[in-house]
């Protein structure tokens, strides 16, 4: 019921999987809770796959069945294909739940069409796929072709299928202290590999008091790099500006180090709701601490040529970081990437127009598609591209020209892109 329910809230009305997962599990035992989140997590991982295998299942387009049936369908191929539940259990089971959240009238399409998918094992069914569909290889490796022709398109071919198996990975959470309020060894897990801030989770990270005070928080080690890097090149003095801040991770760290050097960050958020979590964030810096507002990054609150360093950590269509949305695989489509990317330029130029002359702009992704990626970097104008992977020389196989590129199978952290740009000094 749990798992239906997330699963349900996920595909109707575009609930976040973590955030939907929490709600629906809270209360039930450890041992029912990580059944629930392997059922859902699995299920939308595989959503392009199982909607194939449902469809030659049952004979029939998915548009022809109850949405709410789809999902049950969903959870119940998972259940007979990836999972050892035995066949008979998955199918009594889903029958049930469909009898007592829908009506006994659907019983009868859930048992069918399971019993038909519990017919063929995983194997057999890859081969009949690869009969019926030409994204077979794509849908049983569980992403959208799209996807993967945007990898495909940055990478060798042969690191393809380690990505692609990277991504299907629900990632091991990494820490991160806020600069001056916490120790790294208050974290309890492992140091991370490249950031000095950070450290493997080992436990619950809401049990941590370092978490639960607000003086260390949950960042990938990628998303640490990015922020670290931008305060390791030379610029002037003068105070930051993180232009879309919410929920606030990467200003945490900002916030730290800007305070280290005397310097102080103001926070932007487009979204009301983001920028209170951004306050919350940054909650235990002291006076004069960092400032929070909430406005639109491109149409800015703040006079041109005013701060040293400027951080865009742009919105995006999220490629980089599947291990940790396994629904947003599906739900993307290319054609966001329409509406996203002259929103990229557009921020980019405002980011541009706030950084003092001879300051560094950093514009970060995380997403490693060209198009919201170096393709608006090298649009931009009056900035000179520096070169990002040489501020953090001890990362291997992190170059892609003059940008940072992090990869889950390389780097075991998200897919984040960096590029740093400094603002030309005008000319007498
Ligand atoms: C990739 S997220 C930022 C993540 C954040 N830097 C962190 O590390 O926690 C992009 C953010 O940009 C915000 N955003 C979208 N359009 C914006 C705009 N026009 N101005 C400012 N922020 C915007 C979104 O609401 C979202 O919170």
């Given at each position: 019921m749990a798992?239906?329910?997330?699963?349900?809230?996920?595909?109707a009305d575009d609930a976040y999987a973590n955030l939907a997962l929490a709600e629906q599990t809270a209360g039930l035992s450890a041992r029912d809770a990580a059944f629930a989140t392997e059922l859902v997590a699995g299920s939308c991982r595989a959503l392009g796959l199982y909607d194939a295998i449902i469809a030659s299942a049952g004979g029939r387009p998915l548009r022809t069945l109850q949405p709410a049936v789809v999902d049950l369908l969903r959870l119940g191929a998972h259940q007979l294909l990836e999972l050892r539940v035995p066949s008979h259990a998955a199918v009594a089971?889903?029958?049930?739940?469909?009898?007592?959240?829908?009506?006994?009238?659907?019983?009868?399409?859930?048992?069918?069409?399971?019993?038909?998918?519990?017919?063929?094992?995983?194997?057999?069914?890859?081969?009949?796929?690869?009969?019926?569909?030409t994204d077979a290889d794509a849908l049983l490796a569980r992403h959208p072709q799209w996807i993967i022709d945007a990898y495909a398109d940055l990478l060798p071919g042969s690191e393809i299928p380690a990505l692609l198996a990277a991504n299907n990975e629900p990632p091991i959470p990494h820490l991160v202290v806020?600069?001056?309020?916490?120790?790294?060894?208050?974290?309890?897990?492992?140091?991370?590999?490249?950031s000095p801030f950070?450290?493997?989770?080992?436990?619950?990270?809401?049990?941590?008091?370092?978490?639960?005070?607000?003086?260390?928080?949950?960042?990938?080690?990628?998303?640490?790099?990015?922020?670290?890097?931008?305060?390791?090149?030379?610029?002037p003095a003068g105070p930051w500006l993180d232009l879309c801040a919410g929920p606030g991770?990467?200003?945490?760290?900002?916030?730290?180090?800007?305070?280290?050097?005397?310097?102080?960050?103001?926070?932007?958020?487009?979204?009301?709701?983001?920028?209170?979590?951004?306050g919350r964030a940054l909650a235990r810096y002291d006076e004069p601490g960092?400032?929070?507002?909430?406005?639109?990054?491109?149409?800015?609150?703040?006079?041109?040529?005013?701060?040293?360093?400027?951080?865009?950590?742009?919105p995006c269509t999220g490629l980089g970081a599947l291990r940790r949305r396994?629904?947003?695989?599906?739900?993307?489509?290319?054609?966001?990437?329409?509406?996203?990317?002259?929103?990229?330029?557009?921020?980019?130029?405002?980011?541009?127009?706030?950084?003092?002359?001879?300051?560094?702009?950093?514009?970060?992704?995380?997403?490693?598609?060209?198009?919201?990626?170096?393709?608006?970097?090298?649009?931009?104008?009056?900035?000179?591209?520096l070169d990002a992977p040489a501020?953090?020389?001890s990362i291997p196989d992190a170059g892609r020209g003059p940008y940072l590129q992090l990869w889950p199978h390389r780097h075991g952290t998200d897919a984040m892109f960096l590029a740093l740009l400094r603002k030309a000094a005008p000319t007498q």
């Open positions: 798992a239906y329910r997330t699963l349900r809230a996920i595909t089971a889903t029958v049930d739940l469909a009898r007592v959240v829908l009506s006994q009238r659907v019983t009868g399409v859930v048992n069918a069409i399971l019993r038909k998918i519990s017919a063929l094992d995983a194997d057999a069914w890859a081969a009949r796929l690869r009969r019926e569909r806020r600069p001056g309020l916490a120790e790294v060894s208050e974290l309890g897990g492992r140091p991370l590999r490249w950070g450290a493997t989770a080992s436990g619950n990270p809401a049990d941590l008091a370092a978490v639960n005070q607000g003086r260390a928080g949950v960042q990938d080690e990628g998303s640490q790099l990015v922020a670290w890097a931008l305060t390791l090149v030379e610029a991770g990467k200003a945490a760290l900002l916030a730290g180090l800007a305070r280290d050097k005397g310097e102080r960050l103001v926070a932007s958020e487009l979204q009301p709701h983001r920028a209170a979590l951004v960092p400032i929070v507002i909430a406005a639109d990054g491109a149409r800015p609150a703040w006079p041109a040529n005013r701060f040293a360093r400027v951080l865009l950590d742009a396994p629904e947003a695989r599906w739900r993307r489509k290319p054609a966001d990437l329409d509406v996203l990317v002259p929103l990229q330029h557009e921020l980019l130029a405002s980011a541009i127009n706030a950084a003092a002359p001879g300051g560094v702009i950093a514009y970060a992704t995380c997403s490693p598609h060209r198009r919201e990626t170096s393709e608006v970097v090298e649009a931009a104008t009056g900035v000179e591209i501020v953090l020389p």
